[in-house]
């Protein structure tokens, strides 16, 4: 009997971890399609490039661009030593053609502006070049 209960255990488990429950849509702002969650970011010499998102992961990078100009981004500080512990903190941004810039207060290291490049944004990536 004890086998059968942990066999069924083991069962529902398995079915309950590969069900996913996120039935929502991805929603994307076509009058603006900067506007959303950009996670995974994969650095190269031409520059990073996000993959759109619902939502940011727990335990990862990402930035996120809101409407009324807030912004967040989900990010384990300024240390980097392990263990790592995101939060998110919370900014502005403006654009002005091209150009992102980006006002975070991340805690300790301060308010610190960032100003990227938009080199190619569509409804699943966006890629940028950090500017001076």
Known sequence: MKTLFKAFLFLFIMVNIGCNNDNESLVIDESDMLIGYW????????????ERAKR??????????????????RSSGWCGTPPLIFADFQGTWKRNDSIITITIDNGMAGQMDNHWEIKTLNEKRLTVERLP
């Open 39 to 50: 996670i995974n970011p994969v650095y190269s010499d031409s520059g990073t490039t996000f």
């Open 56 to 73: 940011f992961k727990n335990d990862a990078y990402g930035v996120a661009f809101l409407t009324e100009n807030i912004s967040l981004e």
